[in-house]
């Protein structure tokens, strides 16, 4: 039977399967493409075609604080410098506390957010997972950490009218640059990354207060997680 002569039916399923392949294959490309250029996340992309605001000014992590990318390693994923992409012991003891995948809080790295940024969708689903799990795996194993906290402090959600990245999120909350931000005021954005729309950190709660503080006491005295994000040793002059 020639091409011509199958099923119409046959030809749809086929062209829909490449079309798949293709959607599945392409993060793993942009990827590569992002080694080098400034990406946008999904939530970005979904607020400019429903015409709502996006606020995002990319600026190089030279340029952060060290605080900032400190304060959100202590605060999102601890293990940053140490695991792959994902960290397979907190993602058990996540399910073990909450019964149900769907329902595991604390679980997902600061690579599987990035690439759930990215690429995917809001919610939590296994779909989801399934889709995130290799994505943060290939993530890690072509970019460097520094990369990636790039990539996560510019595209995160930091505020609730449209404010993307660090730079977003030091203007909304402090009316300034986030070179310009202290340690305590770091330590405040990070508190709110779960969820910007009902934390503040322009007007911070008790709860953020506390989780601020927590998290600059912990940085203080743990300044080693930090350490594949530090920009590298130049050698001496000679």
Not at 176 to 185: F, H, N, T, Y
Request: overall charge positive; hydrophobic content about 45%; aromatic content about 8%.
């Amino acid at each position: 039977m020639s091409p011509d002569q199958r099923p119409a039916s046959f030809r749809l399923l086929r062209s829909a399967l490449a079309i798949l392949v293709i959607l599945l294959l392409l993060p793993y490309l942009l990827v590569l493409v992002y080694l080098v250029a400034p990406p946008v996340s999904t939530p970005m992309l979904w607020r400019w075609m429903t015409r709502q605001r996006v606020e995002r000014v990319w600026v190089p992590l030279d340029q952060m604080p060290p605080a900032l990318p400190l304060a959100v390693i202590v605060a999102e994923d601890a293990r940053f410098c140490q695991h792959r992409g994902v960290d397979l012991g907190a993602l058990r003891e996540a399910i073990e506390d909450a019964d149900d995948l769907s329902e595991a809080r604390g679980a997902s790295t600061i690579t599987q957010q990035t690439a759930k940024n990215l690429f995917l969708w809001r919610g939590r689903s296994f779909v989801r997972k399934a889709l995130e799990f290799p994505l943060a795996l290939w993530t890690d194993l072509v970019m460097s950490k520094r990369r990636i906290m790039e990539i996560y402090l510019n595209v995160a959600e930091w505020g609730a009218n449209g404010e993307f990245g660090a730079q977003a999120g030091a203007r909304a909350a402090f009316g300034k640059g986030v070179r310009d931000l202290s340690a305590r005021e770091a330590a405040l954005l990070a508190s709110i990354l779960p969820n910007p729309k009902r934390r503040s950190a322009r007007q911070p709660g008790a709860a953020v207060q506390r989780l601020a503080g927590t998290y600059a006491a912990r940085a203080a005295r743990s300044p080693h997680l930090g350490a594949c994000v530090r920009p590298p040793m130049r050698p001496p002059k000679s």
